[in-house]
């Protein structure tokens, strides 16, 4: 490959990497390209956290689909800057590394070679090129190690006049996972502070904090057995947790009482669905649009019998249908002033019983399919609570 | 300078650009840095708005200065995709044009050059090289027109050997654009819903909407001018909105009681403080980690006759001084149902009055500094409420 040729595979790379927003894919891309490049078997990716390296992910073609389940035991696994590794003597030192054979390595060198990988999996480290991913300010946030050139089935040495050209996609890929780490915090922020909010505006009610986190993670499982897409997943995540912020215009008296509900004080309460769109209406945001519609919309039954319009079937926003079984599922299975929690399969029971009548037959049929991921969901923040 | 060295050169151009987040430095810094590399005199950055082209920046060093007004005039100003412009060309059919002498086009050319702009500012448009800006998928995200190589004070013809480096760094500008354009929407949508869900959170207190927003606009000027980063006043415009929320659990009988409040009563609404400050706490976030601060402490007074601690001067958190002052001058000309609007004169007095007493002299100090700012945000909201 000539170098005209090698400099647009590598904008193109890093246009790749640049563009992808998950931070797992990310990670996984980085190695995967840079190994491509170098024509290298295998590689770990460590990923810098204050002082010390963390591994992210680590591929092997000669060890196949074994790679998966040893990346997930490695993964968070620590490593410390220093020369008693050899990515660790590259991150703190910011130079490159390239080997021959790592076993060759003289005693008193500047870094060490650890065998234990190769001992327990059974593979021959041999060529390797370790490089820093640097930012524009010379920061170091990870380190690239790619082991064993290959060229027809023998594993040769790393070609060295690619190593800066290795070394400026590593930089390329430092951004990239700067701003997937960037964005990956915003919207951590952001969906802390809408749980914070959305917990607020239900403080007067009986629910507790935890309800509007279980009923969105739940509302989330549903979308995606829907088939929803990974945007239109998260957008649900986001919005369903403000369903109720309209119950803050309802007055002491009818939120708190004790009792039944008049007739009168039972159409004032219906009123929080109205309140709540109004609140969240008239947004740019996709995910305010959504809650506007999953405020307005999730009490309304698929028989045209809930409010406030008394819509039935495809009439109801589809996210709004998806809501209102994670919300009643979530109002079954947990304590109020007026009722115990009722058992996960009574509540499933319930839940069957209603659909096509309350509930739409295909979200619950989705609500089914995820159920399993649900109760993991609903144990997470059952520990949370009693953690309190 | 050698192909290696024009990589390695790119290379750090993309990095930087990509690590820029915001937009209008980046989309300056895109254009400087191309017309850099190009050594062009004179260039001009458009940006695609679904059919249109639109003017973003402008820079020419023959006319320095009034480089920035033209910016300002000519930004936002709209451009077909078709041949009708050069631009518009390169946009349509995604190819670089280089021309030499854009005078020279003959007719009947796939493209046109529109000599208003240099009749106007009196400049020779002559050698330009126009590059679309790509992402992975080949979609066209900008158009970049340099004008004018020049050498030693000629005009000469852009290098044709550049012309796919330059692509490749429209690119890179065009992914950094991309990543610039998410982050700025991603941080809209989160103040919008801080927004809406602090106004539902005061929704039974008398305030409109419209105090969230402009109390938190004054607070940022505020901090501004007290020499605060670029974050830490984008932290504190998102943290002060939330500093009322813990009043949702202040019972209607307080909250909403037409007369004064008895002790009992005030000691029972002085608790939003408390409130506010767990409903926001223990959170990892920087955002919500001020908000709880601001909550906690923005009833605190300078000379210690303040709630809920009655701190004294130092051990009110600053931010919680700048909001002090932000609220209550937003209260005071603000209508109340016990009283009417202060005029500003008179808000002001009051405010001056309270320096070092109630508030910080520093705060009064930076917020009188930045008064014409606080009233600009003051008319905008103004008239947003008008118009409903």
Redesign the interface.
């Known amino acids: 490959m000539d ?2 040729k090698q ?2 595979k ?3 790379i ?3 990497l ?2 992808e ?1 998950n931070l797992d894919k990310l990670l996984d891309k980085i190695l995967r390209e840079t190994r491509l490049f170098t024509g290298a078997e295998a590689g770990t990716l460590y990923i810098r956290d204050k002082d010390h390296l963390v591994f992210a992910v680590i591929q092997n073609d000669a060890l196949g689909s074994r790679c998966q389940k040893i990346t997930q035991n490695l993964r968070g696994q620590q490593l410390s800057i220093s020369s008693s590794s050899m990515a660790g003597y590259v991150a703190r030192t910011g130079r490159i590394l390239n080997i021959e054979d790592v076993y060759q390595i003289k005693e008193g060198s500047e870094y060490h070679f650890n065998p234990e990988f190769d001992k327990k999996e059974g593979y021959r480290s041999q060529s390797m090129l370790i490089v820093p991913m640097k ?2 300010q010379g920061n170091i946030l990870g380190v690239l190690q790619l082991i064993n050139a290959k060229k027809e089935n023998e594993v040769i040495p790393f070609d060295s006049s690619k190593e ?2 290795v070394l ?1 996609l590593a ?2 890929a ?3 996972l ?2 997937a780490q ?2 990956k915090k ?5 969906l ?3 749980y ?6 239900e ?2 009610d009986s629910d507790t904090g935890a309800h509007v986190r279980r009923m969105s993670h739940y509302s989330a499982v549903i979308a995606k057995h829907l088939g929803f897409s990974e945007e239109e997943v998260e957008n649900i995540l986001y919005a369903s947790p ?1 369903h109720d ?2 119950k ?2 309802i ?3 009818i939120l708190q009482k004790p009792g039944k509900l008049t007739k009168e004080e039972f159409e004032e309460m219906k009123k929080h669905t109205l ?1 709540g769109a109004e ?2 209406g008239n ?6 649009q959504l809650s506007e519609k999953i405020a307005l919309s999730h009490h309304e039954k698929m028989d045209g019998s809930g409010y406030p319009y008394g819509l039935k079937g495809e009439q109801i926003p589809l996210e709004a249908r998806i809501v209102a079984v994670a919300d009643v599922f979530d109002a079954l299975t947990s304590p109020r002033c007026y009722k115990p929690p009722f058992p996960v399969p009574k509540a499933l029971e319930i839940i069957k019983e209603e659909s096509g009548a309350h509930f739409d037959p295909r979200c619950v049929e989705a609500f089914l399919k995820g159920l399993e991921e649900i109760l993991e969901i609903k144990k997470k923040y059952q520990e949370l609570e009693n953690e309190k």
């Open positions: 170098i005209q400099i647009y590598l904008t193109e890093g246009i790749a640049a563009e927003r930012d524009a800066m050209l400026s930089s390329q430092a951004i990239a700067k701003n960037l964005t915003l919207k951590e922020v952001y802390d502070t809408i914070r909010l959305s917990i607020a505006a403080y007067r403000m912020v309209g803050i215009a007055p002491d008296r309140i609140i969240l947004s740019d945001s996709k995910v305010l």
